[in-house]
């Protein structure tokens, strides 16, 4: 008798059922909808040579955009890039980039859609692009042994230049 009286014994299985839906859209939640992240730098930075250690040219750089992150899937980065006194910069990049093998890969374009073929060799960065390491160059004619390169949020040119030889040497 005291067995029937016991409300919750009684309904047990309405309870794990119901702990078993929330934990199953929970898992589907967390799984397939991405988090994004608005990613917005300004300031000055030094482009440095990894070859001459006199160049330090500062420049006004700009990256704006949306970072989303995928639990599965790969992460992917819109937005805008521009570098005061770059050749070939001479106006702002729509970048689309992502993120795979752990480097992030995609196209720099003109605002027009033209594709950017001077100035910017490639953008690398962590994942949360929060460390930003721009290699500069013509579109394959890179030699990093004496590559011109900025690195957003790097205070010193041996800081700068330990990021980017961690990316491209």
Excluded: C
């Amino acid at each position: 008798m005291n067995q029937e009286n016991n409300w919750f014994r009684k309904h047990r299985n309405f309870f794990w059922g119901f702990a078993v839906v929330l934990l199953t859209a929970y898992l589907v939640l967390f799984l397939f909808v991405p988090t994004q992240k608005q990613i917005e730098y300004t300031g000055t930075v030094s482009e440095y040579s990894a070859s001459d250690e006199t160049v330090e040219i500062p420049h006004a750089v700009t990256v704006r955009g949306t970072l989303t992150k995928r639990v599965i899937g790969h992460n992917s980065f819109y937005g805008t890039f521009y570098i005061e006194g770059v050749e070939g910069q001479d106006r702002e990049l729509k970048l689309s980039l992502t993120r795979e093998k752990g480097r992030w890969v995609g196209g720099y374009e003109t605002k027009d859609g033209e594709p950017a073929t001077a100035g910017v060799y490639e953008i690398a960065s962590t994942q949360d692009m929060e460390d930003i390491v721009v290699a500069l160059g013509e579109a394959g004619s890179f030699d990093a042994a004496g590559a011109h390169f900025l690195t957003l949020g790097a205070s010193t040119r041996r800081g700068a230049l330990e990021e980017f030889q961690g990316w491209f040497a």
